[in-house]
C-alpha cells in the first residue's frame, strides 16, 4: 500500500492552486471539473511528479471549520513538507511575501518553521538536521 493523495482543506481551490504552485512552487496534475465551482485538483512536487498528489480539496464540510479553527488558533500545522534547509526556503518564502507564524527553530535532529497557507492552513516545513539522540 502506498500514499497517492493527501487532502489539504483550502477555503478557495483557485487561490490555494495559485499559492500552491506560484508560490511554493508545486506544480499541476488534475484538474477535473466536478460540477459547480468543485474541482478534483491536485499538485505535486516538482521533485517527484509522479509521487503523492495533494489534493486541494473545498473546505465545505461543517466539521473542516471548527477543526481548522482550532488547529491554527493552537499554532498546529496541518501538515509538513520535507526541505533540504529550512532557514534558506524559509527566505525564500518570505521573501515572496509568505506569512510564517514560527520562524525556524532548530529541535535537535529537525529544524521547523511554520507559515499560513493563505487558504486558511498553517503548514510546516522541516529538514533532519542530525540524529536522533536517546
Keep these: 500500500m502506498i500514499i497517492t493523495t493527501m487532502s489539504v482543506f483550502v477555503d478557495d481551490q483557485q487561490k490555494a492552486l495559485e499559492f500552491y504552485t506560484g508560490t511554493l512552487g508545486f506544480v499541476p496534475q488534475q484538474d477535473i471539473p466536478l460540477g459547480g465551482p468543485h474541482r478534483w485538483l491536485t499538485v505535486s512536487s516538482p521533485e517527484h511528479p509522479d509521487g503523492v498528489q495533494i ?10 471549520g471548527p477543526f481548522r479553527d482550532a488547529l491554527v488558533a493552537d499554532g498546529i500545522p496541518f501538515t509538513s ?3 533540504a534547509d529550512v532557514t534558506a526556503e524559509f527566505e525564500r518564502l518570505r ?3 509568505v506569512v510564517f507564524t514560527q520562524e525556524p527553530v532548530n ?3 529537525v529544524t521547523t518553521a511554520v507559515f ?4 486558511g492552513n498553517l503548514i510546516q516545513i522541516a529538514a533532519m538536521t ?3 539522540t536517546d
Design 116 to 119: 499560513d497557507d493563505t487558504c
Design 95 to 97: 521573501g515572496l511575501g
Design 55 to 64: 489534493s486541494l480539496e473545498p473546505a465545505e464540510h461543517p466539521a473542516v
Design 107 to 109: 529541535h535537535g535532529p
Design 130 to 132: 542530525g540524529t536522533p
Design 81 to 83: 513538507f520535507g526541505v
